[in-house]
T-cell receptor, first 110, second 113 residues
Framework: GESVGLHLPTLSVQEGDNSIINCAYSNSASDYFIWYKQESGKGPQFIIDIRSNMDKRQGQRVTVLLNKTVKHLSLQIAATQPGDSAVYFCAERNDYKLSFGAGTTVTVRA | SQTIHQWPATLVQPVGSPLSLECTVEGTSNPNLYWYRQAAGRGLQLLFYSVGIGQISSEVPQNLSASRPQDRQFILSSKKLLLSDSGFYLC????????????FGPGTRLTVT
């Protein structure tokens, strides 16, 4: 089975609001985590990553939080825009392999 | 800059027919290469990865095979397609083996009928 999972399969967000996408992972030995965005019919695009020795990392409009105590990863998107509508995947690295969750579909309401 | 290409973009094949999907990377040398399959509404399943020419590691026993005839070329093949082979096939590359950032191609949508 998959070692990475997302709490909610879908998320509907009002344009301009902040979005929070959650992910639970099961392997405490994982040392690196990535968030990808996948638009319909396209390959996943890298959003942001974080190593296990960090608990927070910020990018442009995005923040990833890592809580190793409860094995939880989240992606926060500030001021969500229509272009943020996509499926978001978290991935963890363990034993030099990436494992992906099933994804959360984010829909932005105008 | 680096780019990754996949073709064809879409493919409809009958059961029992052969398959060949191609992936090429430009702008980098000695990349690590990966083939993933994505079923509808699911995450990505790693099928094969390669750290160099002629070096292929299989992650999942299946009806598929992979080859790397050149440094920046990765091919996914099958001798006889099954219905269960339908899906979205993604090629990716990275600098680090199976880790660090992986860069994905545009994908091939395969429908086996």
């Amino acid at each position: 089975g998959e070692s990475v999972g997302l709490h909610l399969p879908t998320l509907s967000v009002q344009e301009g609001d902040n979005s929070i996408i959650n992910c639970a992972y099961s392997n405490s030995a994982s040392d690196y985590f990535i968030w990808y965005k996948q638009e319909s019919g396209k390959g996943p695009q890298f959003i942001i990553d974080i190593r296990s020795n960090m608990d927070k990392r910020q990018g442009q409009r995005v923040t990833v939080l890592l809580n190793k105590t409860v094995k939880h990863l989240s992606l926060q998107i500030a001021a969500t825009q229509p272009g943020d509508s996509a499926v978001y995947f978290c991935a963890e690295r363990n034993d030099y392999k990436l494992s992906f969750g099933a994804g959360t579909t984010v829909t932005v309401r105008a | 800059s680096q780019t990754i290409h996949q073709w064809p973009a879409t493919l409809v094949q009958p059961v029992g027919s052969p398959l060949s999907l191609e992936c090429t990377v430009e702008g980098t040398s000695n990349p690590n290469l990966y083939w993933y399959r994505q079923a509808a509404g699911r995450g990505l399943q790693l099928l094969f990865y390669s750290v160099g020419i002629g070096q292929i590691s299989s992650e999942v026993p299946q009806n598929l095979s992979a080859s790397r005839p050149q440094d920046r070329q990765f091919i996914l093949s099958s001798k006889k397609l099954l219905l269960s082979d339908s899906g979205f096939y993604l090629c990716a590359w990275s600098v680090e083996i199976a880790g660090g950032q992986q860069y994905f191609g545009p994908g091939t949508r395969l429908t086996v009928t």
